[in-house]
């Protein structure tokens, strides 16, 4: 596997279900995000990790919890989600410069997980 | 972070320069410019970026006013495939996650 991959690609789920989503990263980097994009929508950041520490959280309802155990997996937690959390929830990974340094902000994008809600 | 001005929709004929315009009038110094496609139902795809000098690379040239106010992406010969929603974003250098996506322009390249 190369790149950022996103498991599953598809979702449907009721309102009372659990389910989690899943990210993976080959490429070594140290940081992880999750992006929300609803139809017809900008892409909207959820949640930042940077050495597997969250360090940004956009207003994101408790409904959501991420969990990073390592630098190359972040998972997303779902549970009694509303319909209009039906999204594609995209995940990312970049290299974030040590002290001092300076890298371009260059983010690699997986394919996305397709999320309905019924 | 500069907040940029993208127009909603472009079209483009197949074998042509698509040109897609940027406005970030409010930029700063040390504030880059940073181009991202994204196709149908996939996630965001970098392309180039640029500070003051025009850049070109495999996929695209960026050309940056002197001013820095606005720039101008440049698919030299568009295919189908380079249908997609493209974003110019600003932001620094030092801090990878404060991209901030805005609606971008659809480019549609036509047969």
């Known amino acids: 596997e190369t790149g950022v991959t996103q498991t599953p690609r598809h979702l449907v789920m009721g309102m009372t279900n659990k389910k989690s989503l899943k990210c993976e990263q080959h490429l070594g980097h140290n940081a992880m995000y999750w992006y929300k994009q609803s139809a017809k929508k900008p892409l909207e950041l959820m949640f930042v990790?940077?050495?597997?520490?969250?360090?940004e959280n956009n207003s994101v309802p408790s409904r959501f919890s991420p969990e990073c155990p390592n630098s190359s997996h972040l998972f997303l937690h779902l549970h009694t989600l509303q319909p209009e959390d039906s999204a594609l929830y995209l995940c990312?990974?970049?290299?974030?410069?040590?002290?001092?340094?300076?890298?371009?902000?260059?983010?690699?994008f997986g394919p996305g997980t397709r999320l309905t809600v019924l | 972070d500069a907040k940029t001005t993208q127009p909603p929709s472009m079209d483009c004929a197949e074998g042509r320069a698509a040109n897609l315009p940027c406005n970030h009038s409010t930029i700063s110094g040390n504030e880059y410019v940073y181009w991202y496609r994204q196709i149908h139902s996939q996630g965001p795809q970098y392309i180039i970026h640029?500070?003051?000098n025009n850049e070109t690379n495999e996929m695209a040239s960026l050309i940056i006013t002197e001013d820095r106010k606005s720039s101008t992406l440049i698919l030299p010969h568009a295919t189908l495939r380079d249908t997609a929603v493209y974003y110019c974003?600003?932001?620094?250098?030092?801090?990878?996650?404060?991209?901030?996506f805005g609606k971008g322009t659809l480019l549609t390249v036509n047969p």
């Open positions: 974003i600003v932001g620094s250098g030092g801090s990878n996650y404060k991209l901030t």
């Open positions: 990312a990974s970049s290299q974030e410069p040590l002290a001092g340094g300076w890298v371009r902000n260059e983010q690699f």
């Open positions: 640029g500070l003051k």
């Open positions: 990790y940077n050495f597997k520490e969250q360090t």
